[in-house]
């Protein structure tokens, strides 16, 4: 879908759509509208007994004096309630109803449509942001979808004075793409992206500006990367670990290092999965697709900060060479590690890929993405990622991103014992601990490969990386969570 800018003026050709708030007098381009339908969307409204709440819509067609257009009418709830997220929220809500029809344009009438916490270029750009997000769609392999089934929203105008909204929403729109990319690779099934073709996909970055580097198993191996190679030594593909390089800061600056769980299907090795739900294995990449979208959308906007985004891609798959339980690896840290379950497989990927980055880069701070647990999901439900830091200040640092972005996470604990818990008999440690705190001493297994005075956090989007329901700037399926996450804390710390 496309979107335009325009002059607020009344739509003449298109669905439109217009936001209402809970309180107050209605905007001008409602206003405008009423005048045009002599009455007719007052008295339409009130027999629908819309009041402008917080993601209501009404679906009007018909009406007298602009018959041959659909106009939705879409609650903003209170004005002093309005907020960057809760206009994009607005943006989603008023875009979902069109997209059920088969209208080809749409136009968004915002004049009036401001409040003192919020300029009208700003909530603009915001509505459109929130549009666009919400009209994405995954329908690639679908080769029988009936007419109105298919997606024809292909325009979205949006009619505003502000001359400053398409300025406002440039950047937007880079960050939604990346977004997109994340839910892309999310989606997609695992005979498409497997380790190769996620690389290669991450070459085709290049064309933002992005230096893309991958290391292929010999390299590896050079490397001493045991953990990592230990679990896709079971598959047919070639595990590979990427790393995409954005240098738009000052020169020689430490940068701000993004590592992703890359596992592109997860059947759990050896200590195989039950197959219900297997399928939904494919979206175990969703740390790496994270930082992989967020690359996308950083370089895409030309950010002023140095960025690195490392990814560690495998298959765990339970053939004859597979890693089994009680095998010993050693790490390329030098360190060993007892595997006790192939299934705690995606720490092993990590913890390599930490320690890598941190040998090559040094950065100044390092945020890991990964479904790493279903524990989190326990905790927390599909409601919130797990954060995990021992450093107060990068605490702050991402909670404070998350509220801006919207992607909402919540600190769990992590603590000498979480660490204790996680010791072997055998080796310098093991991959799993008691049942009970897993989420933790998940993370701590990856703490064991953070150097000494090294700024860094685990954050668990395990219930994050896919959604069971609509949301409002998200349809089912891919979230694309962790994209704005870390385009914002950059944007607030390294530019």
Avoid at 223 to 230: A, I, K, W
Avoid at 264 to 269: A, I
Wanted: with cysteine; hydrophobic share 45%; glycine share 12%.
């Amino acid at each position: 879908m496309k979107v335009a800018f325009s002059k607020a003026a009344l739509p003449t050709g298109a669905a439109v759509i217009v936001p209402a708030f809970e309180d107050g007098d209605p905007t001008a381009a409602q206003a405008s509208l009423e005048s045009a339908t002599s009455g007719a969307l007052g008295k339409a409204i009130k027999a629908a007994k819309f009041a402008g709440k917080k993601g209501q819509t009404l679906d009007l067609v018909g009406l007298s004096g602009l018959e041959s257009v659909r106009i939705v009418m879409v609650g903003a709830g209170k004005r002093a309630d309005l907020g960057l997220l809760e206009a994009e929220a607005v943006g989603g809500a008023g875009v979902a109803p069109i997209l059920k029809t088969q209208e080809t344009s749409a136009v968004f009438a915002l004049d009036g449509f401001a409040t003192d916490n919020l300029a009208a270029g700003v909530a603009a750009a915001r509505i459109a942001f929130g549009a666009m997000l919400k009209a994405y769609r995954f329908d690639k392999y679908r080769t029988k979808l009936e007419k109105e089934q298919k997606p024809a929203l292909d325009k979205l105008t949006i009619n505003t004075p502000a001359a400053d909204a398409k300025t406002k929403f440039a950047d937007l729109e880079k960050v939604a793409a990346g977004v997109a990319l994340t839910r892309d690779l999310v989606s997609e099934p695992p005979n498409i992206l497997y380790p190769e073709s996620f690389a290669a996909r991450c070459k085709e970055l290049e064309a933002l500006g992005i230096k893309v580097t991958v290391l292929g198993e010999k390299e590896m191996q050079k490397l001493g990367m045991g953990m990592l190679l230990g679990v896709g030594q079971g598959s047919i593909r070639e595990s590979k670990l990427v790393a995409m390089e954005w240098m738009g800061g000052k020169k020689g600056a430490a940068p701000a290092a993004f590592v992703g769980k890359g596992v592109c299907f997860d059947t759990g090795g050896i200590s195989l999965k039950p197959g219900p739900g297997m399928d939904e294995m494919k979206w175990d990449m969703g740390g790496a697709g994270a930082v992989t979208g967020a690359m996308a959308a950083i370089a895409g906007r030309k950010a002023k900060a140095n960025v690195v985004g490392v990814i560690g891609l495998v298959e765990n798959m339970p053939d004859g060479g597979a890693q089994r339980p009680g095998d010993i690896v050693t790490s390329m840290s030098g360190q060993t590690v007892e595997i006790l379950n192939t299934d705690a497989e995606g720490r092993l990927v990590l913890g390599d890929a930490v320690w890598w980055t941190q040998e090559k880069y040094k950065p100044k701070a390092m945020i890991d993405l990964a479904t790493l647990t279903g524990a989190i999901i326990i905790s927390l439900a599909h409601e919130y990622a797990g954060l995990f830091t021992q450093d107060d200040k990068l605490a702050e640092q991402i909670a404070a991103a998350a509220d801006a972005s919207g992607d909402a996470i919540w600190r769990m604990p992590l603590a000498k014992a979480h660490f204790d818990m996680i010791k072997s008999e055998v080796a310098d440690m093991k991959n799993i601990g008691p049942r009970e705190g897993g989420s933790s001493t998940a993370a701590a297994f990856i703490g064991k490969f953070v150097k000494d005075g090294q700024s860094w956090a685990h954050i668990d989007i395990a219930g994050m990386a896919w959604n069971t329901k609509d949301k409002p700037t998200c349809p089912k399926g891919g979230a694309g969570f962790g994209v704005r996450l870390l385009d914002e804390y950059v944007r607030a710390n390294f530019e």
